[in-house]
C-alpha cells in the first residue's frame, strides 16, 4: 500500500499538476475530470495489487506455513475485474507437506474462488443495467471491460432469487389488506418447429393501502407494498406463489385483527386460486377489466353506443344480473357479422363467470382503494420484458421475472450475490479461509505499520510530509 501511495505522490501528483496547468489553457471541462479520473483510477488499481501482494507475502515467510506448507509456485498471476479496472497481483501457489493439497493461499483467504473473473461489486452493476436494459448492455457498463451479453445472460440464470421472510415484530394490526393480480405477456423464443408462442410471468402485489404522491398532482401510490412473481406456470408453482403469499401476511400482519383481504384482478383461475390460500380473502373482479368488457361489447354500435353503455352500468350497479344478460342479448341481435356476435357472447360468458367478483365489488366499494394490477405489471414487467420486441427463453422469463420483483422489494442485487455466495460455500471451504485468513491477521498483526511504512518511505519526517504520518498512524490503530 505504501509504495503505491509514494509513486502516487513523486509521479501521480505531478501528472495531476499537469493536468491542471491544461485545463487553465484549454478550459476543457470534461478532458480534465477525465483525466483525473484515470489518475485516481490507477491509484486504486496498485493500491489493491500491491495489498494483495503483501498479503501473499505475510504467508510466504509464516513459520506456520513453513512447517506445513512447501512453495510450489512463487509468483503465479492473476487478474481481476473491479469497478477500477483489471487487476493482476502475484500470488504463492502452495502445497501441503502431507495431504498434497494445492491452494493460492491469498485467495483463499480473501474468499476469492476459483473461476471468478470479476469481483462481486462489478458483478451486481453489470446485473443491475442488465435488468433495466439488456445482456449486451450490462456487459457494456463498466466502460473499459466488456462482458459478452452470453455471460450476462448465464449469471442471470444461474441466480437464486430467493429471500427469507423475516417476521415483524411487533406484527403490523391493519383491519384490510388488498392485493392485485395481473399476468404479463411475453414473446417466447422460436422453438425447434419455429412456432413462436407466449409466456406470462405473474405478478401479486400486497398493499396495506393508498395515499397521494404529494398536495401537487392527483398521483397515489400503495402503502406498505410488497410483491412477489414469476413464470409460476403450472398448477402447482401457482401454488407455491400464493403459498408465499399467505407465509408474507401471517409473518407481518396481526391475523386477529385482519377482518379482509380484497384480491383484485380480471378473474383468471390461477388469480382466484388464491381464496383458498389466503385467509379472510374475496374475490372482487377490478374495474379496469370490468370496463374493458363493456367497451368491447358496444363499441361497434354507432349513435346507441353510450345509450347501451348507460344501460349496461345502471344493470351491473344494481346486481342485476338478468337484465345484464338481456341488454347484451339485445346487442347481438342488432349486431351484424357472425364474428362480432361470437366476440359479444364472450363477453356474456365471461361476466357471468365472473358475477361473484362483481357483485363483491358494488358491496365492498367504498373499501377499496381501485385497481392497480396494470399500471404494476407494467412498471415492474412490461418495462423490462415486453415493452421492446424482445423474446425470452422459459428460464429467462422466470429469471428476469423474479429479479425484477426483487428489485421493486427494495433488494440490492449485491446482497443477493452475497447471499447466494455464502449458502454455496460448503463448511469446509469455509474453514479453510478462515484458517488463511488467521495466518494473514497473525503476520500483519505482529508488525507495526507505522514502524514499517516510515522505514519505506524516504523523507517523510518533513514538516510537509505529516498528512502521510497521520494516514500511517490511523491505519496503525485500525489494524490493531
Not at 479496472?85 to 493460492?104: M, W
Not at 476459483?114 to 446485473?127: F, N
Not at 449486451?136 to 445472460?153: D, H, N, Q, Y
Not at 452475497?418 to 505482529?446: D, P, S, Y
Request: hydrophobic residues 35%; charged residues 30%.
Amino acid at each position: 500500500m505504501y509504495k503505491s501511495i509514494q509513486e502516487f505522490v513523486e509521479k501521480g501528483t505531478q501528472d495531476l499538476e499537469k493536468s491542471n496547468q491544461e485545463f487553465y489553457q484549454e478550459l476543457n471541462l470534461d478532458e480534465w475530470i477525465k483525466e483525473i479520473e484515470d489518475q485516481v483510477r490507477q491509484l486504486g488499481r496498485n493500491l489493491i495489487r500491491e495489498t494483495l501482494e503483501n498479503l501473499n507475502e505475510s504467508l510466504r515467510t509464516s513459520s506456520d506455513r513453513k512447517k506445513n506448507w512447501h512453495i510450489e509456485h512463487k509468483s503465479d498471476v492473476r487478474s481481476i475485474v473491479t469497478s477500477l479496472g483489471s487487476v493482476a497481483y502475484q500470488r504463492s501457489l502452495f502445497i501441503h507437506k502431507k495431504t498434497k493439497e494445492r491452494v493460492y493461499g491469498v485467495d483463499e483467504a480473501i474468499g476469492l474462488e476459483k473461476h471468478v473473473k470479476v469481483t462481486r461489486e462489478v458483478k451486481a452493476k453489470i446485473l443491475e443495467e442488465a435488468t433495466v436494459s439488456s445482456y449486451r448492455k450490462g456487459g457494456e457498463i463498466l466502460g473499459f471491460e466488456k462482458l459478452s451479453k452470453t455471460a450476462v445472460k448465464d449469471w442471470i440464470h444461474e441466480l437464486d432469487i430467493k429471500v427469507p421472510l423475516t417476521e415483524a415484530s411487533p406484527k403490523r394490526q391493519k383491519e384490510q389488506l388488498y392485493i392485485f393480480a395481473d399476468e404479463d405477456h411475453v414473446s417466447q423464443q422460436s422453438n425447434h418447429q419455429n412456432t413462436p408462442g407466449i409466456f406470462m410471468p405473474k405478478l401479486i402485489v400486497v398493499a396495506e393501502g393508498r395515499e397521494r404522491e404529494n398536495l401537487r398532482n392527483k398521483r397515489y401510490r400503495l402503502v406498505g407494498k410488497r410483491v412477489f412473481g414469476g413464470l409460476a406456470s403450472g398448477v402447482q408453482s401457482t401454488e407455491e406463489l400464493w403459498d408465499e403469499v399467505y407465509r408474507y401476511i401471517v409473518s407481518t400482519y396481526d391475523e386477529s385483527v385482519l377482518e379482509k383481504v380484497y384480491i383484485n384482478g380480471d378473474g383468471a383461475l390461477w388469480i382466484k386460486k388464491g381464496l383458498d390460500v389466503i385467509d379472510k380473502s374475496v374475490f372482487v373482479l377490478d374495474k379496469f377489466h370490468l370496463s374493458q368488457s363493456i367497451h368491447r361489447s358496444v363499441s361497434h354500435l354507432q349513435e346507441g353506443q353510450e345509450n347501451m353503455k348507460e344501460l349496461l352500468w345502471k344493470a351491473i350497479k344494481k346486481g342485476n344480473q338478468k337484465e345484464l344478460q338481456h341488454l347484451l342479448d339485445i346487442v347481438v341481435e342488432v349486431t351484424e357479422g357472425s364474428s362480432k356476435q361470437e366476440q359479444i357472447k364472450m363477453v356474456q360468458k365471461y361476466l357471468r363467470n365472473q358475477w361473484k367478483g362483481i357483485v363483491n365489488h358494488n358491496r365492498y366499494q367504498k373499501k377499496l382503494i381501485g385497481c392497480c394490477a396494470e399500471g404494476q405489471v407494467s412498471h415492474i414487467l412490461s418495462s423490462r420484458l415486453s415493452s421492446r420486441p424482445l423474446s425470452w427463453s422459459r428460464t429467462g422469463v422466470d429469471q428476469m421475472s423474479k429479479l425484477c420483483v426483487y428489485k421493486a422489494n427494495g433488494g440490492k442485487i449485491y446482497d443477493l450475490l452475497a447471499a447466494q455466495q455464502k449458502n454455496q460455500q460448503q463448511q469446509q471451504q469455509i474453514e479453510k479461509q478462515n484458517q488463511w485468513a488467521k495466518r494473514v491477521r497473525q503476520e500483519c498483526g505482529a508488525q507495526q505499520y507505522a514502524d514499517v511504512f516510515t522505514r519505506m518511505i524516504p523523507g517523510i519526517e518533513r514538516r510537509q510530509m505529516h498528512w502521510l504520518r497521520d494516514l500511517a498512524k490511523y491505519n496503525y490503530r485500525i489494524s490493531g
